[in-house]
């Protein structure tokens, strides 16, 4: 659905509204549910997932402690 607010709806390029979360294996998942496609030129946002709030559970996986969770849960 167009967001009539977004320059890239109106000018119908492919793009996500959602942030694309980088993990410490190069792994990556986006914040918006409904994203298909998770090339880097696609977000506007693109963050590493240990500057996620709360953290990560790959990055407390790579350092041996459970006190990060995942984005997805």
């Known amino acids: 659905m167009a967001n009539p607010v977004c320059s890239f709806c109106e000018s119908a ?3 996500c ?16 549910p409904d994203c298909f496609d998770f090339a880097h030129v ?3 946002f693109v963050v590493d997932c ?3 709030a709360g953290g990560c559970r790959c990055l407390a996986e790579e350092s ?7 984005l997805t849960g």
């Not at 041996?64 to 995942?70: K, P, W, Y």
Request: hydrophobic share 25%; charged share 30%.
């Open 42 to 44: 696609r977000h506007t």
């Open 64 to 70: 041996g402690g459970d006190e990060a969770t995942s």
């Open 50 to 52: 240990g500057d996620v």
């Open 13 to 15: 390029l492919d793009h």
């Open 17 to 32: 509204h959602g942030t694309l979360v980088v993990h410490a294996d190069r792994s990556v998942e986006c914040t918006d």
